[in-house]
């Protein structure tokens, strides 16, 4: 660690996208109009859970201005109405036989435009035939339980899986002799990404050229374009993927919707390119939620606060489908990593997936895969400890995280973490918070309230995170088979100026910029040189995409050793020119030059216009100046950051206000600290928004309670502090510049420390997200509720 430097080529640069989005010239799915294209409408199911007896789509098919109509029918005689998940199973497209959801798909219909199809999904006639759902996962396994996916054949309960992690045997004898042990049950409650841009899609099935080209809302352009492959049976290099401009993802555009499917089947049954918009509302009820994590903590310490052991019990909520989309073999996405930033002796967990007639839970909302819940989970079991053992939580933190000469450190549960300083990130935070004396004023306002009844009450609340991101290697992770590497191709053409084309796919984290900023580092060439590509299968090398904060660990990691491969053969270049020994060169930044004679060399500029010129190479240089990389990391790299919350709160309201958020990060070097500090920022809101006021929930009979922004309450700036930053930097030791992942890092570790201050301003050990005021003030009573009793 030490002071920070920017290395060359790194720093706060304005990001070159803003140009076009903050002038309204961005390019969304929605701004492509294509000649002669339809509109099309997705007919949803009212009911949570029904059969459906019988469905007329004649008076739909007879309106004026509709060009098709489809049901589940339809697309099983197209062998189409069921699609692969990552996780091994399939979903519906269109309900065949019955809906297990409210708001699942059952017909589309295209028409002339959006007015027409939407009044003509009024024309179609279905008729159900409810079942009682199932809506509790606590109940789902139970005797009785409605069966949510009786279509599959021997089916006879709603269990999806049990995984589980770490050494039961051994974590249960630390147990057994601990001098302590806390417990705790709590819910990370359902959530939604709900980014500003809802999911959409332009399909043009060509039946000329016998192609499909497809404009989406897609965060993995590449692996959407094999999933339309295997779907539709039709070879890859006829199908063209282009996510334009994405108006926010937050894990929401990774999976594959029934609605893309339907504009593609509409397409090529019309021979029209049809456009497909989902609304606010079906936004909200139908595409990836995130969390419904069911969770008994324990944890084990001796009784001057030493922890030893953590074991954890899951019951994971995966709706009707389980179309997660982490990899195939982490059923429970990467929620081994509970063990948090703690030495541990032992740790085990067991979770078990349940159907349920919800939504499908993706394991989207920034969430790195389930790490959030796990975070979150050891986070408030530390709080809890403290609390049981009247410790101080900062020092009882301290006092258990890892300690720097113990990376790289094997866990419990199976993980290698890569670089840390976890000591000196808490204290800096806990320095620029000024820990001592907010608790000496917490003290100050809580005897004036004990003497009065009145007043406010001063909450401190302390996370401290290790995510896990940037995956592969590819021989432990895939998805559908396919393994997490991603390629980079660079060019650098004869000007000197490069392109760069990448897999992974910007849905507002500023790829253009730091991706161009990573070839200014290795070559030299300024970023507003160097053109960044992205999006677009006919353009870009094959890889898995942006999810997981994996695109500066992957594919960030393949454009460094592409620049490294484009330099190492400039070098041979320069040695043709200058007629030299390339053994005898040294690069400085944009120049080769000769060893202990800097003032004979070349300038990339002018080697690139060489490699392109009638000039003689030497015989193992084919000319051109471009190289490419397909990069499969070793491990993933593991960021970290101590989080600290400052609350109020009115005890008699039951309200809260953020007042203080000091976020201390370690993302090894940092390309851009703006826009690190910009996601962090981001993450920072989202942990507010979960703890305070982000709610899914249904009533018992699987109702939608939160389908508009006026029930799933999201935060604005007015319910956030000014954001106070600090960092530390411990790079990554397998990394080519050390970088770690950043986008999701305060969404996983935000929330617990929002929980914790609120908690602690009251003195109340445990209760459930989201903390509204009515969820305080019964907390103040004594009798908190859990938010899947919708408590709003
Ligand atoms: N960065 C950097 N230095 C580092 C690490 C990252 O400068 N040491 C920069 C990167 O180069 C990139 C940005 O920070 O420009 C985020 O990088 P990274 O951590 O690699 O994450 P990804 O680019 O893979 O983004 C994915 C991540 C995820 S999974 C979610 S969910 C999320 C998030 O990003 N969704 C977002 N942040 C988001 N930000 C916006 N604006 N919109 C979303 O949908
Ligand atoms: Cu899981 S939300 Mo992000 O990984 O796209």
Known sequence: MGRVVTPAGFGPLRRKEDVRLVRGRGRFVDDIALPGMLHGAILRSPHAHARIVSVDTSAAESHPKVRVVLTGADLAARDMAWMPTASHDVAAVLACGKVHFQGQEVAF??????????????????????????VDARTALGPGAPLVRDEQPGRTDNHVFDWESGDAAATDAEFAAAEHVSACDLVYPRVHPAPLETCGIV??????????????????????????????????HRIRVVAPDIGGGFGNKVAMYPGYLCAVVASTVTGRPVKWTEDRSENLMASSFARDYHMRGEIAATRDGRILAVRVQVLADHGAFN??????????????????SYDLRAAHCRVTGVHTNKAPGGVAYACSFRITEASYLVERLVDVLAHDLGLDPARLRMA?????????????????YDSGDYPATLGLALEIAGYDELRAEQAALRAGYERTGRGRLLGIGLSFFTEAVGAGPRRTMDIMGLGMADGADLRVHPSGDAVLAVSC?????????TFAQLIGHELGIPADRV?????????????LGTYGSRSTAVSGAATVVAARRVRERARLVAGAILEIDPADLEWVPGRWQVRGNPTVGVSLTEIAAAAYSGRELPDDV??????????????????????LCVVEVDPVTGEVRVRRFVAVDDCGVRINPMIVA????????????????ELITFDPDGNHLAASFMDYLLPTSMECPSWELGETVTPSPHHPIGAKGVGESATVGSPAAVVNAVLDAIGVRHADMPLTPAQVWRAVQGRPLRPDLAIR
């Not at 179309?323 to 948090?340: D, I, K, R």
């Not at 100046?625 to 960021?639: E, G, K, M, R």
């Open 622 to 643: 084919e000319g051109q100046l471009d190289a490419s990389c397909v990069y499969n990391p070793p491990n993933l790299t593991f960021p970290c950051g101590a989080y």
């Open 323 to 340: 179309a997660t989309s982490q990899p195939s073999a982490f059923p429970a996405g990467f929620f081994g990593v509970f063990t948090g």
């Open 400 to 416: 258990n995280l890892l300690r720097p000469e113990q990376f790289p450190h094997p866990t419990p549960t199976g993980w290698e």
């Open 678 to 693: 910009g996601q962090v920022h981001r993450g920072l809101a989202d942990g507010i928004g979960m703890a305070l006021m």
């Open 531 to 543: 053109q960044v590509v992205q999006g677009d299968t006919d353009r870009t090398p094959f890889g």
């Open 505 to 513: 796919m910007s849905q507002g984290q500023g790829h253009e910029t």
């Open 109 to 134: 219909v295209a028409a002339e435009d959006r007015y027409a199809a939407r009044d003509a999904l009024a024309l179609i006639e279905v008729e159900y035939e409810p079942l009682p759902a199932v």
């Open 203 to 236: 399909a043009d099935a060509d039946p000329v050229e016998g192609r499909l080209t497809v404009h989406a809302t897609t965060q993995a352009p590449h692996t959407h374009r094999v999933l339309y492959s295997r779907i539709a049976g039709v070879p890859e």
